[in-house]
């Protein structure tokens, strides 16, 4: 059905449908093989109201969107004192790859980047839990975020899985530091078949309105994670989410949001909305370069800077 705000999404994305800056991300070979040109939007209002345009059907990974909400699992079942006192919340300023520790505390710096977010995937179902187990916790988990049951690609999850050296050193480096438990490799592959978990535009869009809306699902009313949990999530991304241009997002978008190498973005605004843009030509910080533009789109002309004046 034809809305104003559908057409309002289908204008903002043929206003930027001619970019074609930035580069797949290939360091994962199989994300190097998708259609560069895909581009999509959605919207999700916390009443559960969904708009959307462009290909915002097509799959594609999560990749490091997940950790936003592998987050905030890892909060609901331990609580934000005790997850804080294994990851940080402090912005890096670094790559999200970076092999680095906080200095004084040896905590991942924040749940963001691939230190921390290991280090929540390994917290989920506690030190002893069976790693498949753990990992259909987190598929669960994010499927009740999505409304919709998600599963995993298993060609990107092999491509980089077969390839996972920073991410197998990062967590060797956790282990040796003492932030994980257990097989160090265990949690790299729930980690990357975490990252593998395929969604469309639409779900990511659904996802973020469960932030958005507190922790409740709009469409379900069904109670994911509480709003303590919430509250800590969407700060951590408002401060993290886009790595190390983090400052640039904050001044010019003005939501929280969170990245993902395979081109997606999802952001919230508690109490309004969910919105989620996928284009997968991404910039030197590993953002997507169109994502980007729309989501300045879509912060001035819906008003979702949070430092608006009224
Ligand atoms: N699976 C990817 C990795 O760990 C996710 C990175 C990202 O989306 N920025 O390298």
Redesign the pocket.
Known sequence: MKTPVSDFLEEILSSCAHETSGALADY?PELANVDPDQLAVAVCTTNGSLYCAGDADNAFTI??ISKAFVYALALQEHGVDAVVKRVGVEPSGEP??ELSLEAGSGRPLNPMI?AGALTCHALIGGLDCDPDERFEKVRQGLSAFADRELDVDEAVFES?LADAYR?NAIANMLRSYGVIDGDPADVVRGY?RQ?SLRVTTRDLARMAATLAYGGVQPATGERVVDTDVVRQVLSVMMTCGMYDAAGDWMTSCGFPAKS???GGIMGALSGQVGLATFSPRLDDH?NSVRGITLCRRLSRDMGLHIMDSP
Request: include cysteine.
């Open positions: 994962i990749q490091s999200f790859n691939n980089e991410n990357t990252c993902g190498v395979s590993g």
